[in-house]
Nanobody
Framework: EVHIVESGGGLVQAGGSLRLSCVVSGFTFDDYAIGWFRQAPGKEREGISCISKVDDGTYWADSIKGRFTISKDNAKNTVYLQMNSLKPEDTAVYYC????????????????WGQGTQVTVSS
């Protein structure tokens, strides 16, 4: 059975940092691209970043480039999203998802999704 569990969200002041974790199980970690997405209230889901066996990190959203860093620990089947210099506009539910391919792609049809973790950035 596939499980994707995000953690690490919370309330932080603008300028602060958070590290999100995404622990996956039930499939071969190396066979999937793992992406981070977010959805703010009243907005569409937005692709943020992705990492895979052949991609050390792709960043899709211009607004997070230079502030967010994606990484993974293969031994722990875990992908991280380090978020620095957080802004109120980063407030959203952050989702981790797995795509059955080794190539990162920004689309809504990833095979498996987590339940999300709330990130709230106060001004």
């Amino acid at each position: 059975e596939v499980h994707i569990v995000e953690s690490g969200g919370g309330l932080v002041q603008a300028g602060g940092s958070l590290r999100l974790s995404c622990v996956v199980s039930g499939f071969t970690f190396d066979d999937y691209a793992i992406g981070w997405f977010r959805q703010a209230p009243g907005k569409e889901r937005e692709g943020i970043s992705c990492i895979s066996k052949v991609d050390d990190g792709t960043y899709w959203a211009d607004s997070i480039k230079g502030r967010f860093t994606i990484s993974k620990d293969n031994a722990k089947n875990t992908v991280y999203l380090q978020m620095n210099s957080l802004k109120p506009e980063d407030t959203a539910v952050y989702y981790c998802a797995a795509d059955r391919t080794i190539y990162c792609s920004n689309h809504a049809w990833y095979n498996y999704w987590g339940q999300g973790t709330q990130v709230t950035v106060s001004s």
